[in-house]
């Protein structure tokens, strides 16, 4: 295991005890050959055997200068209406129809027992980002339906498992619509209701506003630290302020007009467990915030590899921070299996917390023992697949193929063994090399490489069942598109949640 240590220089971190990893295309076996041939030139043989190579490999089409095919409307469409908006136009209907019976009086039990409808939105919405649940039913999942149910069921249990936020957000507006129409009734009611339950519910109602709006994709993605404090935080405020809405509630009596201090009342009404439900979903991955030591290779000003105790399982994902609360941001992880000595975090320099980390790389930081699943981690209901990703997208990507001998990488990048560094070079020259790795230097190429036919060329060879894509949102479309378009399976990282 090459040991981990601050490099200074970016010219230094290369291979220097490890042999270097040629670069290969998919389907070319004459340049595999002389790659491998190449694998002696740290003794000094073969060396013009593998410029051979380089040259065959440069010669290869390196980009697509056509234009892009226009794709059909069906297929535009089957793009666009994702399961997530499924699942979040299916709630918002559903809710939608319940309310307008509810306006109109026709249905009389919601107008009674609003609560139940606001909170039991809210806490669904919360179940389904809570990592424990999310655990749980990839676990389920990849127990019962592995590899051998037919292959729509396994596609439609990973569609239906990475699109979960469909649920969150639909639930989380269609609570908020909700509660707009409590407080709308209190405010007819305002005769037979107290001043204090009034502000509690507009003071709900502000705060469960301002955390659904911090959270609307454009914010989320372009501006990372404002979601986290407002969704958060002000989350929190709304927590806070829901039970003080329920208790409040519950605890005036509209027909006296007077206080009933009866605790035993409150806990019996639903609102209550409801809130309490709410609150441990909330609370649970907190009690799993743990400062670790970690050790940090900067191979390149571009990355950072992190490294931290102990193995993981694939196709999980990792948050980290500086501080306890604050700022946490999620990588992908990358290690050989659960009984390793260490995981490490591919952390592409592009904001000011990657860039500090390679700046003033830390000895300690604040993470969640309990990692989340990605998409990569129902990989194992699969016989076969296809990685791809780009970059430092490796990193949600790398693991998925070290402990799964049926999954093939192709890995689009620049100079990838002098950015990435030894430590993540040798885990794909120890594991991976030479028979299930495409790995595409596009500097060493003089471009980018038409990646669906490097896509279909290793779909077809490697008779794979799925395609996992992890690149920037311009790509991952793309890629998308293209195999939608040649009817391949594939999955692609998630931009509207």
Known sequence: MPRIELVEDPEKGTLDTLTPLPVLPVSSKAVIQDAADGLAVQSGVNEKRVELALAKAKRDPSSSNKPRRKLSRWIRMQLWYTTYRKFFSFIIALNGVGLLLAILDVWKYPRQYTGAFILGNLIFAILMRNEVFGRLLYWFVITCFAKWPPLWFRLTCTDILQNLGGIHSGCAASGFAWLIFRVTLIFIDHKDNHDAVLIAGVVTNIAVSISIASAFPWVRNTHHNIFERHHRFIGWVGLLSTWIFVVLGDSYDLNTHSWNPDGIHVIRQQDFWYVFGMTILILIPWFTV?????????????????????????????????????????????????????????CGVQGDFTRSLVNEPPTHLWTRQLKFAGVSHSSTVYKRGIRVCTGTGLGASLSTCLQNPDWYLIWIGSEQEKTFGPTISGLIYRHLWPDRVCLWDSKARGGRPDVMKLIKDAYHSWNAEVVLITSNWQGDRELIEGCKEAGIPAFGTLWDF
């Open 290 to 346: 743990r400062e670790v030591q970690v050790d940090i290779e900067v191979p390149s000003p571009k990355v950072a590899i992190l490294r931290f105790e102990r193995g993981m399982q694939q196709g999980l994902l990792s948050r980290i921070s500086r501080s306890s609360i604050m700022e946490y941001h999620a990588f992908g992880i990358v290690s050989e299996g659960p009984h390793a000595k260490y995981h490490y975090l591919i």
